[in-house]
């Protein structure tokens, strides 16, 4: 395995819609791949969803960048967590009211999160994973993963990240999937 140098920095939405077709690419080659095996559509309508997703409340991109290229080899973004949003909603129609205010209230949704696979395994997503949640003005963190020993939920998992249900299928979804939190210092 060839060890990458890269470099972490935030982005603006702009900057992240302009970076869109990397974000696809990075996307695609992390998913791709069992457990996953998410197809080239479902990369692409993550794309799509970009646009909408840089517009919401609190929107906070990071990206890791080769060196040597300035390619992006990894990001992790998220935004707040509100009532309306299809996430929150379907999250908060299995959690009883004090989980929801505990929990969902002021909350960062840490969206997406992707390494490309030559860049895995050297501390990168745990550096993408500590400076997306670094110095948020929220109390909780919250995310879904899909329910499988993947390397990412080891890395929730040592992170401090927290279950919060268990076998939660979304609409229209097969797969089964945690929903998580985690509590932020801020």
């Known amino acids: 395995m060839t060890t990458i140098s890269a470099g972490l920095a935030f982005l603006s939405p702009a900057?992240?819609?302009?970076?869109?077709?990397?974000?696809?690419?990075?996307?695609q080659q992390a998913f791709a791949r069992p457990p996953y095996s998410r197809d080239a559509g479902v990369a692409e309508s993550f794309a799509g969803s970009l646009a909408q997703q840089v517009t919401r409340e609190g929107f906070r991109a990071l990206v890791a960048r080769e060196q040597d290229t300035g390619q992006i080899v990894g990001f992790a973004y998220g935004?707040?967590?509100?009532?309306?949003?299809?996430?929150?909603?379907?999250?908060?129609?299995?959690?009883?009211p004090e989980q929801i205010a505990r929990w969902l209230s002021g909350a960062f949704e840490l969206v997406e999160f992707a390494v490309a696979p030559r860049a895995q395994g050297q501390g990168l997503g745990s550096r993408l994973h500590d400076g997306v949640l670094a110095d948020l003005p929220y109390r909780t963190a919250v995310l879904?993963?899909?329910?499988?020993e993947t390397v990412a939920l080891q890395l929730y998992r040592r992170r401090g990240w927290v279950t919060l249900l268990h076998n939660f299928i979304f609409p229209g979804g097969a797969r089964a999937y945690l929903i998580m939190g985690k509590d932020l210092p801020g």
């Open 79 to 96: 935004y707040a967590t509100s009532p309306g949003q299809w996430w929150h909603e379907q999250v908060a129609r299995h959690l009883p």
């Open 15 to 27: 900057e992240v819609e302009a970076a869109r077709n990397e974000f696809r690419e990075v996307y």
């Open 144 to 148: 879904s993963t899909m329910q499988s």
